[in-house]
């Protein structure tokens, strides 16, 4: 049996920012972004995975390098996220943290 496999895709940084940030400003819906961009949820869901470890590198403490400052949107963004009722990103966080913990000896 012969299949036919479509070649794979490659979406650039900003387009998965556009895409996660569009999640989380609840302008669209993970179903909605998944069929736009033809894609599954489980790999929006490694995107959205990606950029909150992102978020963790770059706020942590330890680190020494200065980080530029953040973008203002995007930190109305967070404080509007993590204030709302909704908790998505509270819990990814706590989803990445457990795994986090699990992996460390």
Same mark, same amino acid.
């Given at each position: 049996? #012969? =299949? @036919? $496999? =479509? +070649?794979? $895709?490659?979406?650039? +940084?900003?387009?998965?920012? =556009?895409?996660?940030? &569009?999640?989380? &400003?609840?302008?669209? =819906? &993970?179903?909605?972004?998944?069929?736009?961009?033809? @894609? &599954?949820?489980? %790999? %929006? *869901?490694?995107?959205? #995975?990606?950029? !909150?470890? *992102?978020?963790? /590198?770059?706020?942590?403490?330890?680190?020494?390098? +200065?980080?530029?400052? !953040? #973008?203002? /949107?995007?930190? /109305? %963004? @967070?404080?509007?996220?993590?204030?709302? +009722?909704? *908790?998505?990103?509270?819990?990814?966080? /706590?989803? !990445?943290?457990?795994?986090?913990?699990?992996?460390?000896?």
């Amino acid at each position: 049996m #012969n =299949t @036919i $496999r =479509t +070649p794979r $895709r490659a979406f650039d +940084p900003q387009q998965k920012i =556009t895409a996660v940030l &569009s999640l989380w &400003s609840e302008r669209r =819906t &993970s179903a909605q972004l998944c069929q736009e961009l033809d @894609i &599954s949820a489980a %790999l %929006l *869901g490694q995107w959205q #995975n990606l950029a !909150i470890e *992102g978020m963790l /590198r770059a706020l942590d403490p330890k680190k020494k390098d +200065p980080m530029p400052p !953040i #973008n203002l /949107r995007l930190s /109305r %963004l @967070i404080e509007k996220k993590l204030a709302g +009722p909704s *908790g998505k990103l509270e819990k990814r966080l /706590r989803a !990445i943290q457990k795994g986090k913990a699990a992996m460390s000896p």
